[in-house]
């Protein structure tokens, strides 16, 4: 079992930047890859980015792809999300996840734990 509790989220003006982060507890840390999913009101969750188990692999989606950065501290049970050059098509509850033993996924059916998600809000 593991849990997951995401922070960060907030109110930015769109061109503005946030950094998402994501503590783990439970068992450990490295023998999940990670991901970031976020739910806009009325649309299904989608992938934004995930990393693999030793943070050597990531993956993004294209609407963010050159814009946010996933990152890990398995020392430190934590996953990242920076979030730069932010746009109104971003606002949406940011939830992490994690896929036991997975590789970094894009499918959310793959992962086995949710966190309760944070609410990202870029104003135009």
């Known amino acids: 079992q593991v849990q997951l509790i995401e922070s960060g989220g907030g109110l930015v003006q769109a061109g503005g930047s946030l950094r998402l982060s994501c503590a783990a507890s439970?068992?450990?840390?490295?023998?999940?890859?990670m991901g970031w999913f976020r739910q806009a009101p009325g649309k299904e969750r989608e992938f934004v980015a995930a990393?693999?188990?030793?943070?050597?692999?990531?993956d993004y989606a294209d609407s963010v792809k050159g814009r946010f950065t996933i990152s890990r501290d398995n020392a430190n049970n934590a996953v990242y999300l920076q979030m730069n050059r932010l746009k109104s098509d971003d606002t949406a509850v940011y939830y992490c996840?994690?896929?036991?033993?997975?590789?970094?996924?894009?499918?959310?059916?793959?992962?086995?734990?949710w966190g309760q998600g944070t609410q990202v809000t870029v104003s135009s």
């Open positions: 996840a994690a896929d036991y033993l997975g590789t970094g996924a894009t499918l959310k059916s793959t992962y086995d734990y």
């Open positions: 439970g068992r450990t840390f490295s023998w999940y890859a």
């Open positions: 990393i693999s188990r030793s943070g050597g692999s990531t």
